[in-house]
């Protein structure tokens, strides 16, 4: 009886090491292939320039120098890497991808979002 049990519980072990070891060789390229697709996506970026511009406020002159600065931002961004979608098009996103008037009067780049 005592050696019955010591062979069902070896048998079980082995048997759990070898559906671990399928699993895992199933389920692996499958996170790989998840990883990779992530990491093909460019970063986004929402640039709403109605909205800045209304925060910004300020004279018609300052106000066409930001807007040229938020071009110039634009552009940086892209040249990051970034997708940039206009605001106007979008209906809702987070705050985090949202392109903010500090990062419009300075430097863009991942660090800063």
């Known amino acids: 009886m005592n050696r019955t049990l010591k062979l ?3 048998n079980t072990i082995i ?5 671990v070891g399928l699993i895992y060789l199933y389920v ?6 998840v990883d990779m697709a992530i ?4 970063p986004v970026a929402v640039v709403d320039f109605i ?4 925060a910004h406020g300020g004279k018609p002159q300052e106000l066409d120098q930001f807007m040229v600065k938020g071009v110039e931002a634009v552009e940086r961004l892209r ?23 500090d990062m419009i009067e300075g430097p ?3 660090a800063d979002k």
Do not use: C, H, M
């Open 39 to 42: 990491n093909d996506r460019p």
């Open 28 to 33: 692996q390229p499958k996170f790989d292939a």
């Open 51 to 54: 909205s800045l511009a209304l």
């Open 79 to 101: 040249l990051a890497g970034y997708l940039v979608i206009s605001g106007s098009s979008v209906l809702a996103a987070p705050e985090a991808i949202k392109v903010t008037e």
């Open 8 to 10: 069902l519980i070896a």
């Open 108 to 110: 863009v780049n991942e």
């Open 15 to 19: 048997v759990s090491a070898v559906w």
